[in-house]
Nanobody, 120 residues
Framework: QVQLVESGGGSVQAGGSLRLSCVVS????????MAWYRQAPGKNRELVARIIPLGSTNYADFAKDRFTVSRDNVKNTVDLQMNSLKPEDTGVYFC??????????????WGQGTQVTVTS
């Protein structure tokens, strides 16, 4: 059974930092396209950052230069370091796994999400 469990969310003042962690069981993070998404109230879920099996990463424009996604193949975790947080970063952050770009979305795995609140 595949499980993705996020942690590390919380409330922080603007300019602060948070580190989110996704502990994965049932699949190898090194073999999957692992990503962080977020969903703000009243908005669609959007991609924040992704790391692929080869180790390459890509970021949403709003995340570039502030967020860093990383992977620990031994611990089987995926982290998201978020710096210089802004109030507009507030939302629920989800860990996501997909085997390949061609995989159907029905085969995707999601965590339950962790709340991030940034106050001004």
């Amino acid at each position: 059974q595949v499980q993705l469990v996020e942690s590390g969310g919380g409330s922080v003042q603007a300019g602060g930092s948070l580190r989110l962690s996704c502990v994965v069981s049932g699949l190898k993070v090194s073999a999957y396209r692992m990503a962080w998404y977020r969903q703000a109230p009243g908005k669609n879920r959007e991609l924040v950052a992704r790391i692929i099996p080869l180790g390459s990463t890509n970021y949403a424009d709003f995340a570039k230069d502030r967020f860093t996604v990383s992977r620990d193949n031994v611990k089987n975790t995926v982290d998201l370091q978020m710096n210089s947080l802004k109030p507009e970063d507030t939302g629920v952050y989800f860990c996501h796994a997909r085997f390949s770009p061609a995989s159907p979305s029905s085969d995707d795995y999601w965590g339950q999400g962790t709340q991030v609140t940034v106050t001004s």
